[in-house]
């Protein structure tokens, strides 16, 4: 293509995705750092939230508040439609099928251990093989480090390339190897952005009778998915990634799956009856869900998804490859910068180091220009060995970040280079 029509292309693009009129919706954008406009590329540790997310939170705090499921009056059964309400919101942005297999959460790393917990306690034993990938993030390995302490199932890892690409014929001998119960790995990396092959991923661990697990917490913001399509066993995300508020999460899981498996917390909410012999759970997908759940949270997280799908996924996911375009572009001209993970296909987070700086040394000085960045091993230190690095920082880009911010944060790197020579 050449410059012109590129050129064209890209204003085209912008022309129908007015990151503007989306940065007005986000309060939090207007605040300066040190005299500095706000520069907010730490999205893959936490989004900023658009007012739509404050304002429902806000109504239903002020408005309409109650426990939700037994109060039998006027707040507490409006609270309990608008909290299941959300549910049936995160039901259709997965196109799951049915309320009963979407089960909320604190976060994602809380439904993976429900799962850990859950499988563990009800259908592995000694000896069963639970697979993951080197590029995890922790709350997708110790989980399992831990049931297999507990139980004696056995952790098996299959790697990454050097790019950070997810390698399915080291995926497929691990497979042959025979033994896995459960395949439970990222759908997109919180280091590299690597968007892993999550098709091919279920197809192969289907065909040798293992479930799959996916970690999605880096990739709804980013793409649409599909359950019934996709095909997996279970998938989960938390809710602050994705715009929304902390202290929610989601597990999606086959209903058949969620049926068989024993709770993971026990206490009101999750019994159809109780006596000091014996207790019966609740249906699904109350039976995972002990005690006074996360209401206002929900309500929050629905708001969430219903801005995010008025803006429309396609479009953001367009949007953020524009500016990793132009953030590779721009930051290549940065003297020392390596980018590490450089699989094709990513979403827009770019990890680099900096020759002769340290990533905390590098995240300080960027904040005193305004710009907000990860530093550090990201909670993914095994991914840092295989790496070669002890730590990197990180930019993570949302559907609110502007190329002039990517152009802030080339200009601030450059100071870094200066500081360190």
């Not at 590329?41 to 997310?53: C, M, W």
């Not at 938390?238 to 206490?267: A, C, N, Q, W």
């Not at 200009?411 to 020579?421: D, N, R, S, W, Y």
Request: aromatic share 8%.
């Amino acid at each position: 293509m050449s410059e012109a029509a590129e050129a064209m292309r890209t204003g085209a693009a912008e022309a129908a995705y007015d990151v503007e009129a989306i940065r007005a919706e986000f309060p939090i954008l207007s605040e300066t750092v040190h005299g500095k406009p706000l520069c907010f590329l730490d999205n893959g540790a936490s989004a900023q939230k658009p007012r739509a997310v404050i304002d429902a939170m806000r109504w239903s705090f002020e408005h309409c508040y109650a426990n939700v499921h037994r109060g039998a009056y006027d707040f507490s059964e409006r609270t309990t439609a608008a909290y299941e309400g959300a549910r049936a919101t995160v039901r259709r942005f997965l196109n799951a099928r049915s309320d009963a297999e979407i089960v909320f959460a604190k976060n994602a790393t809380e439904a993976i251990n429900l799962v850990a917990h859950s499988l563990g306690r009800g259908l592995l034993k000694a000896g069963d093989k639970v697979l993951i990938s080197e590029m995890e993030h922790h709350s997708n390995i110790v989980p399992w480090q831990m049931l297999r302490d507990a139980t004696g199932v056995e952790l098996v890892v299959t790697p990454v390339s050097d790019e950070g690409e997810f390698l399915m014929d080291a995926y497929r001998e691990r497979l042959a190897e025979g033994g896995v119960k459960l395949v439970a790995v990222t759908h997109v990396s919180n280091v590299m952005g690597t968007i892993t092959p999550a098709k091919r991923i279920v197809e192969a661990a289907h065909d040798a009778g293992a479930w799959v697990l996916f970690d999605a917490s880096q990739a709804v913001m980013h793409m649409s998915v599909d359950m019934q399509d996709l095909d997996c066993d279970f998938y989960i995300f938390t809710g602050h990634k994705l715009y929304g508020p902390s202290g929610i999460g989601v597990l999606y899981g086959r209903e058949d799956l969620l049926e068989r498996m024993p709770p993971f917390l026990g206490g009101g909410d999750m019994i159809s009856s109780v006596s000091f012999e014996t207790s019966e759970w609740a249906d699904l997908p109350a039976k995972f869900e002990a005690g006074t759940p996360p209401i206002v949270e929900a309500i929050g997280l629905a708001a969430a998804i219903d801005y995010v799908s008025g803006v429309g996924l396609p479009a953001i996911a367009a949007h953020e490859q524009d500016l990793l375009r132009y953030a590779m572009q721009r930051l290549a001209a940065v003297e020392g910068l390596k980018v590490i993970g450089t699989a094709p296909d990513k979403t827009a987070v770019l990890s680099f180091t900096l020759a002769g700086a340290h990533p905390h040394d590098v995240a300080t000085i960027l904040d005193q220009q305004g710009v907000a960045v990860r530093a550090g091993h990201h909670c993914a230190e095994p991914l840092m060995h295989r790496m070669g690095v002890t730590g990197t920082t990180r930019a993570s880009m949302g559907m609110y970040n502007t190329r002039a911010e990517i152009d802030q944060l080339g200009v601030a790197l450059e100071k870094v280079v200066k500081i360190f020579g």
